[in-house]
C-alpha cells in the first residue's frame, strides 16, 4: 500500500492493486476533448507514452479494445486483418460506456464491466514506462508496458497510423 493517500480508488486501481501490479497515480486536470496532448502537456512527459484505451467492435458487434499511443491513430483495415475480422470501427460512446462500465475520456483497460479481447500497438511494448487511464476522467497510472501483457493478456499488432 503507498504512503500517500489514494487519489482516487476506481475499480481499475483497484484492480491492479489485487493484481500485485506496480503503478502510480498520475492525476491531471481533465479538460473536455483534451485528449492526450492534454494530460500528456500537464504531466510533462511525451504524449507518446501516454495511451489511449479505445473501445471498437466488430463486423458483429463484438466488443474489443484496442491500445495505443495518444499521438498515433488506429487503423482499423490493419488491426481487422491481424485480428481475422471482416471489419472494426469505434464504438458509439454510449455503447463503449455500456461495454465497459467508464465514462469515455476515463476508460481504463484494467476491470472492465465486461471481458473483451484487448489488442496493444506493439511499438508500446518498446517503451520504459507508459501513462494509461486509471478509471477516471483526469487520471492517469504509469506502469510498465509488459504490464499490458502479463496482467491483461492483450494481443500485440501493427495497427498505428502516424
Known amino acids: 500500500m503507498s504512503k500517500h493517500k489514494n487519489v482516487s480508488e476506481t475499480p481499475a486501481t483497484q484492480w491492479l492493486r ?15 476533448h483534451g485528449g492526450t496532448a492534454e494530460s500528456a502537456r500537464q504531466l510533462g512527459v511525451d504524449e507518446h507514452v501516454v495511451v489511449k484505451t479505445l473501445v471498437m ?20 483495415k490493419a488491426l481487422a486483418r491481424q485480428c481475422g475480422r471482416k471489419r472494426i470501427e469505434p464504438c ?16 481504463s483497460p484494467f476491470a472492465t464491466r465486461k471481458t473483451m479481447p484487448v489488442f496493444v500497438e506493439r511499438s508500446i511494448l518498446d517503451l520504459e514506462l507508459v501513462y494509461i487511464n486509471g478509471g477516471r476522467r483526469g487520471f492517469l497510472v ?15 499488432v501493427d495497427c498505428a497510423l502516424e
Open 18 to 32: 489485487k493484481a500485485g501490479v506496480r503503478f502510480e497515480e498520475r492525476p491531471y486536470d481533465y479538460v473536455n
Open 57 to 76: 467492435e466488430d463486423e458483429d458487434k463484438r466488443p474489443l479494445i484496442v491500445l495505443m499511443h495518444g499521438d498515433r491513430s488506429v487503423s482499423t
Open 92 to 107: 458509439k460512446p454510449e455503447v463503449a460506456e455500456r461495454h465497459t462500465g467508464y465514462q469515455v475520456g476515463g476508460t
Open 142 to 156: 504509469s506502469i510498465a508496458p509488459a504490464t499490458l501483457l502479463t496482467a491483461i493478456g492483450a494481443t500485440p
